[in-house]
């Protein structure tokens, strides 16, 4: 069962008592992320995330190292598209202790001039790690190219010259407008008392003033008129292709149907977002990989739908097997997804997908840790109670509505495509 | 059969008449159970005509038995929600997957038949070879995984099993053939070489009972042993480049040899690694190249004490102009980590959190799996979860520091940089 209570200072709390293991996880959540950044700081977000690992008033530069690990823990944040959030998992013993940084980190980080200017570099590295993949690569151009106008064409690391060129002040000043309770939801999970873990969540951050959390306006993605078409031509030695279409967001109706006849096309992932890519999906009968791997065109294939605020992207990424020309992989696999707009989905797809859902959905719930990412991710787009349902929305999907979002999602003048053909080392 | 119970983790350990290890472990938390199968079959028994066959057979050993096509196996999986994740190792070839406890006794049934009757159809076959090549090409195209695999071939030689590419070259994946993989099931594929961990909710015996019936039947000989050759320390420093001027970062791969996993001086060595590249965000490599001088995103060491002395590696990927000081500060690290050895400070908190890590790493079933997997595999013991705080207690500064003063030697080190890096790598 779930405690939910708001603070005066509208922080959020969700507690739900797990006595499997003497363990516990805390997660505190921020309803911002890259959406929010303006033009010049993209990256910010992530950035800000980085920094508010470096200390704080009470938690000294050089006391940071091992905080958490002392009591055999481990902590970690990211960063995406509509919400950045920290974790620690630890024995029960360190709840205070957690709860302690959650509350330092919302309130005293420190900025230090050169710890920025350090980690500056540390992200650029990042970066460029990620160019070093020719499928990161590709997915930032085709994100980039399939939003015209929202937000969500920016990655969340940011383009390199605003992270040359972003201030300490720039990344204080962000963090500051956005790390207040009342744009906050903090989550405890695991072996635990509710009644005394919220007693010391109020010890901790009732006294954290709230803040005025002004929102800037997303502008909504115009409709998609024609099919795009981007290609990133570099030295490599293996083609990828990938094909996006504009997704539902989470509380569109179409979002459980998508999710659904995504397991029919590439397998059922699941939808916790810090879990659920960890393992591979049951795909082998699934439509795309019977028709592209199976018959040697794709050495593999995955797809992606993930629950957002603002419709965001449905991706199928795919390997040319060597030697296979990308034209006929794109010919393979368009008429793939042609046959399926078009009404050829049967009802065993659609139960045994249900089923391949429900099973991943008891897998990813194995741990507090990501029993609590659920809670407070789906907070941030949304409402924690949607965590609790979604088996019961998963079966409540029928062949109509798997139909019906496939022929309204799945239309060719909706996609973009993306190629990266890689180009030989020169001799 | 005999059945060993313990304290503790309190696994049940069976050994069924035809040498197979069973153990199961009752965790209740999920209605699942997960499945960890260990087939002594790893790249160490690839013949040196046919290097990367452990990895094609981990490819294709579940596409298509005496009595299961390809596809009825992908049904039969995918039905049920099931993803069976084949992985090899130098030593082992992992079938691990995980399934609701309805589907139990079913999943077992199909994970024996997939490992006593596979059949290597031939047109599977070359399917995966495309993709496996594919894969190599990958591999090839990737600075990390260069780098990581040109110090490997360089500390242990390129024909050594540590050595070689795990997926071999596509030369030689061009060669394997139905002949070759059936031959390597054949060979190395015997009841006495599987050890099988079943954790989840079902009770412990239920599951050795299920076990016996899915693979209690299964009878062939004993496989060969090992013969895996030791390599010689090396003597003095190497450096490489492997240049890769298109990309945007370049990877260090820099190593020793290490020791192997039953040498008293482990738990010494296994703190020394965590204190210079592992707690909390990489060590002390961690602090100095990613904290202190900003030049990476990562920086951090691994430990492979294995059955013979594995790598020590430590790796780090920075910007280009960026590889002779991160090198130098590598350096630096170990030759200060040498001669001084651990603080005080360090070794206890390092102890503490690989102590009080354990609850975390024995929350999940697959993590309690890969756990009584690795305690099989190394003799470890059942009750070895019980004496690992011991075993870490006993260790001092100075036990630490002498592995350290043997090991952590820069003018005895193997590097390999691949990225765009036009430097002269020393």
């Known amino acids: 069962m779930v405690h939910e209570d708001v603070l005066d200072n509208g922080l959020r709390v969700l507690i739900q008592e797990m006595h499997t293991a003497p363990l516990a996880s805390v997660w505190c959540w921020y309803r911002v992320g890259s959406k929010d950044e303006s033009t010049g700081q993209t990256g910010v977000s992530h950035w800000v995330e980085h920094m508010n690992f470096k200390g704080t008033t009470n938690i000294p530069r050089d006391r940071v190292k091992g905080i958490i690990e002392q009591f055999g823990g481990y902590w970690n944040g990211y960063t995406w598209i509509d919400q950045t959030t920290y974790t620690e998992t630890a024995t029960r013993d360190a709840l205070d202790r957690m709860l302690f940084i959650e509350a330092e980190r919302m309130t005293n980080c420190l900025y230090d001039p050169a710890d920025c200017e350090s980690e500056r570099t540390v992200i650029i590295s990042e970066l460029q790690g990620g160019e070093n993949d020719p499928d990161t690569l590709l997915d930032q151009e085709l994100t980039a190219t399939a939003f015209k106008a929202h937000p969500y064409r920016n990655p969340t690391i940011g383009w390199l010259s605003d992270l040359e060129t972003m201030t300490r002040d720039d990344l204080y000043g962000y963090y500051r407008r956005h790390y207040v309770p009342n744009n906050a939801t903090l989550v405890v999970v695991?072996?635990?008392?509710?009644?005394?873990?919220?007693?010391?969540?109020?010890?901790?951050?009732?006294?954290?003033?709230?803040?005025?959390?002004?929102?800037?306006?997303?502008?909504?993605?115009?409709?998609?008129?024609?099919?795009?078409?981007?290609?990133?031509?570099?030295?490599?030695?293996?083609?990828?292709?990938?094909?996006?279409?504009?997704?539902?967001?989470?509380?569109?109706?179409?979002?459980?149907?998508?999710?659904?006849?995504?397991?029919?096309?590439?397998?059922?992932?699941?939808?916790?977002?810090?879990?659920?890519?960890?393992?591979?999906?049951?795909?082998?009968?699934?439509?795309?990989?019977?028709?592209?791997?199976?018959?040697?065109?794709?050495?593999?294939?995955?797809?992606?739908?993930?629950?957002?605020?603002?419709?965001?992207?449905?991706?199928?990424?795919?390997?040319?097997?060597?030697?296979?020309?990308?034209?006929?992989?794109?010919?393979?696999?368009?008429?793939?997804?042609?046959?399926?707009?078009?009404?050829?989905?049967?009802?065993?797809?659609?139960?045994?997908?249900?089923?391949?859902?429900?099973?991943?959905?008891?897998?990813?719930?194995?741990?507090?840790?990501?029993?609590?990412?659920?809670?407070?991710?789906?907070?941030?787009?949304?409402?924690?109670?949607?965590?609790?349902?979604?088996?019961?929305?998963?079966?409540?999907?029928?062949?109509?509505?798997?139909?019906?979002?496939?022929?309204?999602?799945?239309?060719?003048?909706?996609?973009?495509?993306?190629?990266?053909?890689?180009?030989?080392?020169?001799? | 059969m005999t059945t060993t119970i313990q304290r503790g983790l309190a696994p049940a350990r069976t050994v069924l008449p035809n040498g197979t290890v069973v153990i199961a472990k009752h965790s209740p938390t999920t209605p699942a159970v997960t499945i960890h199968a260990s087939v002594r079959a790893g790249g160490e028994f690839d013949p040196s005509d046919h290097v990367g066959l452990s990895h094609f057979v981990s490819k294709t050993i579940d596409r298509g038995t005496a009595t299961r096509t390809a596809a009825r196996i992908a049904d039969e999986l995918d039905d049920r929600g099931v993803s069976l994740s084949i992985t090899v190792n130098r030593h082992a070839m992992w079938l691990v997957c995980t399934c609701l406890v309805e589907d139990l006794e079913a999943i077992l049934g199909l994970l024996a038949d997939v490992i006593t009757h596979p059949v290597f159809p031939r047109d599977e076959v070359e399917t995966k070879r495309g993709e496996i090549i594919t894969l190599i090409r990958q591999d090839e195209d990737n600075p990390a995984t260069m780098a990581a695999e040109g110090m490997l071939a360089d500390l242990y030689g390129s024909s050594h099993p540590y050595g070689r590419r795990p997926r071999g070259s596509v030369e030689s994946v061009e060669t394997i053939d139905e002949g070759a993989l059936r031959a390597f099931h054949g060979e190395r594929f015997r009841p006495a070489s599987l050890s099988l961990v079943l954790v989840g909710d079902t009770e412990a015996g239920r599951a050795i009972d299920a076990a016996a019936r899915a693979f209690g039947e299964w009878a062939a000989a004993p496989p060969a042993a090992s013969s895996l050759r030791e390599v010689a320390a090396a003597t003095a420093r190497r450096a490489r480049v492997i240049p890769m001027m298109t990309k945007s970062q370049a990877d260090i791969a820099y190593g020793f040899t290490s020791l192997r996993r039953s040498d008293p001086q482990y738990y010494a060595y296994w703190l020394m690694n965590n204190i210079l590249g592992q707690y909390a965000i990489g060590g002390r490599l961690g602090d100095r190249i990613r904290e202190r001088d900003g030049m990476a995103y990562y920086a951090l060491s691994a430990l492979d004490a294995n059955v013979i002395p594995g790598p020590l590696t430590i790796r780090a990927g920075v910007s280009p102009d960026n590889v002779d000081r991160a090198v130098a500060a590598i350096d630096e690290e170990l030759q200060t980590f040498a001669n001084d050895g651990p603080t005080e400070k360090e070794l206890t908190e390092s102890r503490q959190y690989l102590i009080g890590s354990m609850p975390r790493t024995l929350e999940t079933n697959l993590g309690i799996a890969n756990y009584l997997q690795t305690e099989e595999f190394f003799g470890l013991g059942l009750d070895y979860d019980l004496r690992v705080p011991d075993l870490l207690g006993a260790v001092n500064r100075d036990a630490v520091r002498a592995v350290a003063q043997r090991t952590l030697v820069p003018s005895r080190a193997t590097l390999v940089v691949a990225g765009p890096y036009a430097g002269r790598l020393r």
């Not at chain 1, 795909?283 to 992606?304: C, E, F, I, K």
């Not at chain 1, 507090?368 to 965590?387: C, D, E, K, V």
């Not at chain 1, 019906?404 to 190629?419: D, E, F, N, S, Y």
């Open chain 1, 190 to 427: 695991g072996d635990v008392d509710a009644r005394e873990a919220m007693r010391r969540v109020t010890h901790h951050f009732g006294g954290v003033p709230a803040g005025d959390v002004t929102r800037r306006p997303h502008t909504r993605e115009p409709e998609q008129l024609g099919e795009r078409r981007v290609t990133v031509s570099r030295q490599g030695t293996t083609a990828y292709l990938k094909i996006g279409y504009h997704a539902p967001a989470a509380a569109d109706d179409d979002f459980f149907p998508m999710v659904v006849l995504d397991a029919v096309l590439t397998g059922a992932k699941g939808l916790n977002l810090w879990s659920s890519f960890r393992t591979p999906p049951p795909q082998r009968s699934a439509r795309l990989y019977r028709a592209l791997v199976d018959t040697g065109l794709a050495s593999s294939v995955s797809g992606g739908i993930v629950p957002t605020l603002d419709p965001f992207l449905y991706t199928v990424s795919l390997t040319a097997t060597d030697g296979t020309p990308l034209d006929r992989l794109e010919e393979a696999a368009l008429a793939e997804f042609d046959r399926v707009r078009t009404g050829d989905v049967t009802d065993a797809e659609v139960r045994r997908a249900a089923r391949q859902l429900r099973a991943r959905l008891v897998f990813e719930n194995d741990c507090i840790t990501n029993i609590a990412h659920q809670l407070g991710y789906f907070q941030t787009i949304g409402s924690w109670r949607t965590a609790e349902t979604l088996r019961q929305r998963i079966e409540a999907v029928t062949l109509e509505q798997v139909v019906g979002a496939a022929a309204k999602r799945l239309a060719p003048v909706k996609r973009t495509i993306g190629r990266f053909e890689p180009v030989p080392a020169a001799e």
